[in-house]
């Protein structure tokens, strides 16, 4: 596994000359938007076609520090030796526009693929860097892969190279022919306009991203702090919940004064995942607060029970105000129901010890 930069926030050229501007959100949106699972980007050489070999799977991408990084998998080994060596050096991301045909996850940004480039320069310069550790164009995607004014002045000495080795071979009238020297001159004047149209734009500065990852960083402790508010809430109204139906146990005399704090507590502490148990020829499927709740609702008021012996057949009376007392007499009844080979809830303990005598 190798995490990788291929992409960052600003005003860059794709291949096509579209002057595409991405803030620190669409990076954010690129990243989360990447599902392997739905389609998975290689990395490849340059920007090929799709029966190009892939050298890398990208696992998954991430923004840290203003850059977009890519944690690559299933890297070929000769491929991280080459890279390592310096043969591909630089890198350059293919993106699915949101409104692309064919991306994904349309109305986001998405990965396509990522070239790994040699002599060429990338559209997207001051990534930093990296090296693999050692171990075992569809239409509307935007590629950023060689800057629009290096790609002229590339084009244009490779043509003046052609047209010397034409005069040279065939001479001046072969040369004016096929390629003439107002043509070069021309490409000239249009790589200078564009130039000199780039230079006039104002350009991203790193101290503009650090803001945009604060202002992000600031909502997402405003969201913190709103889901934790959100949370003492909903635990202050249960407790008032657990308080009121406590009340009505002590005004019902189903419950002393002195235990309703002990029982909002217990209510408190207990889970939130059902219990499902069978009770006769019925299934029971409620939450733990739910059967306590029935069970102390259930119970007459002002019960006195007489004390029996620990020989009995465990149907303890038992100090059925104290819910203390009552986990320990069913905890006991229901290893005693064990001991015997009888596999019982602790409902239906719970049940069992609180059940009047007749």
């Given at each position: 596994?190798?995490?990788i930069?291929?992409f960052?926030?600003g005003?860059?050229?794709?291949v096509d000359?579209r002057?595409i501007?991405f803030t620190?959100?669409?990076?954010?949106?690129?990243?989360?938007?990447?599902?392997?699972?739905l389609s998975e980007?290689?990395?490849v050489i340059?920007h090929?076609?799709l029966?190009?070999p892939?050298?890398?799977?990208?696992?998954?991408?991430e923004?840290?520090?203003?850059?977009?990084?890519?944690?690559?998998?299933?890297?070929?080994?000769?491929?991280?030796e080459?890279?390592?060596?310096g043969s591909?050096?630089k890198?350059?991301?293919?993106?699915?526009?949101?409104?692309?045909?064919?991306?994904?996850?349309?109305g986001h940004?998405?990965?396509r693929?990522?070239?790994?480039?040699?002599a060429?320069?990338p559209?997207?310069k001051g990534?930093?860097?990296?090296?693999?550790?050692e171990?075992?164009?569809?239409?509307?995607?935007?590629?950023?892969?060689?800057?629009?004014e290096e790609f002229?002045?590339n084009?244009?000495?490779?043509?003046?190279?052609?047209?010397?080795?034409?005069i040279e071979k065939a001479?001046?009238?072969s040369?004016?022919?096929?390629?003439?020297?107002?043509r070069?001159?021309?490409?000239?004047a249009?790589s200078d306009?564009k130039?000199?149209?780039?230079?006039?734009m104002?350009?991203?500065?790193?101290?503009s991203f650090?803001?945009?990852q604060?202002?992000?960083?600031?909502?997402?402790?405003?969201?913190?702090?709103?889901?934790?508010a959100l949370?003492?809430?909903?635990?202050?109204?249960?407790?008032?919940?657990?308080?009121?139906f406590?009340d009505?146990?002590?005004k019902d005399?189903k419950?002393?004064?002195a235990?309703k704090?002990t029982?909002?507590?217990v209510f408190?502490?207990?889970?939130?995942?059902?219990?499902?148990?069978a009770e006769?020829?019925a299934?029971?499927?409620?939450?733990p607060?739910?059967?306590?709740?029935?069970?102390?609702?259930e119970r007459?008021?002002?019960?006195?029970?007489?004390?029996k012996?620990?020989a009995?057949?465990?149907?303890?009376?038992?100090?059925?105000?104290?819910?203390?007392v009552?986990?320990?007499?069913a905890?006991?009844?229901?290893?005693?129901?064990?001991?015997?080979?009888?596999?019982i809830?602790?409902?239906?303990?719970v049940?069992h010890?609180t059940k009047?005598?007749?």
């Amino acid at each position: 596994m190798a995490l990788i930069p291929v992409f960052k926030p600003g005003t860059h050229t794709a291949v096509d000359g579209r002057k595409i501007t991405f803030t620190l959100e669409n990076c954010i949106d690129l990243a989360e938007s990447y599902d392997p699972s739905l389609s998975e980007a290689p990395a490849v050489i340059g920007h090929p076609k799709l029966t190009a070999p892939a050298y890398a799977w990208a696992k998954s991408f991430e923004v840290k520090d203003g850059l977009v990084y890519a944690k690559l998998d299933q890297i070929n080994p000769e491929f991280a030796e080459a890279y390592n060596a310096g043969s591909y050096k630089k890198r350059s991301l293919s993106i699915y526009l949101p409104d692309s045909p064919g991306n994904p996850k349309p109305g986001h940004y998405y990965a396509r693929h990522i070239g790994f480039l040699g002599a060429a320069a990338p559209a997207i310069k001051g990534l930093p860097d990296a090296s693999f550790a050692e171990s075992d164009g569809e239409q509307g995607a935007a590629e950023f892969s060689m800057a629009d004014e290096e790609f002229d002045e590339n084009l244009i000495s490779i043509l003046a190279n052609l047209r010397d080795l034409l005069i040279e071979k065939a001479g001046i009238a072969s040369a004016d022919l096929f390629l003439p020297q107002w043509r070069l001159e021309s490409l000239r004047a249009i790589s200078d306009r564009k130039q000199k149209e780039k230079e006039k734009m104002p350009q991203p500065l790193d101290a503009s991203f650090a803001e945009q990852q604060a202002t992000i960083d600031a909502k997402n402790a405003e969201l913190a702090k709103r889901e934790q508010a959100l949370l003492e809430k909903e635990q202050t109204n249960k407790r008032a919940e657990f308080a009121a139906f406590a009340d009505e146990l002590v005004k019902d005399g189903k419950l002393l004064p002195a235990h309703k704090t002990t029982v909002v507590e217990v209510f408190m502490a207990l889970g939130n995942e059902p219990i499902s148990f069978a009770e006769g020829d019925a299934t029971v499927n409620s939450s733990p607060a739910d059967l306590i709740k029935k069970v102390l609702s259930e119970r007459p008021a002002f019960m006195n029970f007489a004390e029996k012996s620990a020989a009995s057949d465990n149907e303890d009376n038992v100090d059925k105000q104290d819910p203390k007392v009552i986990a320990d007499a069913a905890k006991a009844y229901q290893k005693e129901q064990a001991d015997k080979g009888n596999t019982i809830s602790i409902s239906q303990a719970v049940t069992h010890v609180t059940k009047a005598k007749k």
